[in-house]
């Protein structure tokens, strides 16, 4: 079964643009939840996305946002991209409901500019 | 909300030596934690997890206790060998899915050979 993928995986912007990152989850999985990694704070939750619905989301500003299509797949928007942002941003794929595991896929690597 | 502490935040141990990573919560209601190991340039990888109604669980080298009175859960690699080496996080969740996970800081263990 293929893992989670995430596209494009390298990415840079400049600041005050906006961008738009894909998660595909694997198979059957209908959770996608989305992560922030950074040297400096870590990994730390956006939102989380289950048949098409957000769940729960992060202590992230407005900024962040997400959606997920009736196939699962899920995209997280960035608007007025700020230097802050360049992160290593995840995403983690699990069978919903009242499943726990989460899979990550191998990131999409933002730098702002 | 949640916040987990995870220590040291390196550790150096010789080949064939055994390695304990330490996390505390806060969050009496989390309910699951798992281990993701992160090696360079790569996705976290979940290694083994363990839900609040038991105290240890192992996987071959590796087992977890959790102390849910206390508020918290141990990592422990025995015999290690240099494919060990990468960061280690340690996680809380108190939802199904539904619920992020909340990352400790890291630990990055060196395997000397």
């Known amino acids: 079964k293929a893992g989670v993928t995430q596209t494009p995986r390298y990415l840079i912007k400049t600041r005050g643009q906006q961008v738009t990152l894909s998660c595909s989850p694997i198979s059957g999985h209908r959770s996608v939840s989305w992560y922030q990694q950074t040297p400096g704070q870590g990994l730390q939750f956006l939102f989380e996305y289950f048949s098409e619905t957000q769940r729960n989301k992060g202590n992230f500003p407005g900024r962040f946002s997400g959606r997920q299509f009736s196939n699962s797949r899920s995209e997280m928007n960035v608007s007025t991209l700020e230097l802050g942002d360049s992160a290593l941003y995840l995403c983690?794929?699990?069978?919903?409901?009242?499943?726990?595991?989460?899979?990550f896929g191998p990131g999409t690597r933002l730098t702002v500019t | 909300g949640e916040n987990v502490e995870q220590h040291p935040s390196t550790l150096s141990v010789q080949e064939g030596d055994s390695a304990v990573i330490k996390c505390t919560y806060s969050?009496?209601?989390?309910?699951?934690f798992p281990w993701y190991k992160q090696e360079l340039g790569k996705r976290p990888q979940l290694i083994i997890d363990?839900?609040?109604?038991?105290g240890e669980k192992k996987d071959q080298r590796i087992a977890v206790t959790l102390n849910k009175t206390a508020k918290h859960f141990s990592l422990h690699i025995t015999e290690t060998q240099p494919e060990d080496s990468a960061v280690y996080f340690c996680a809380a969740s108190s939802g199904g899915g539904a619920d992020g996970l909340t990352f400790g800081k890291g630990t990055h263990l060196i395997i000397q050979p």
């Open positions: 969050d009496s209601a989390s309910n699951y």
């Open positions: 363990i839900r609040s109604n038991v």
């Open positions: 983690a794929s699990s069978l919903g409901s009242s499943y726990y595991e989460q899979y």
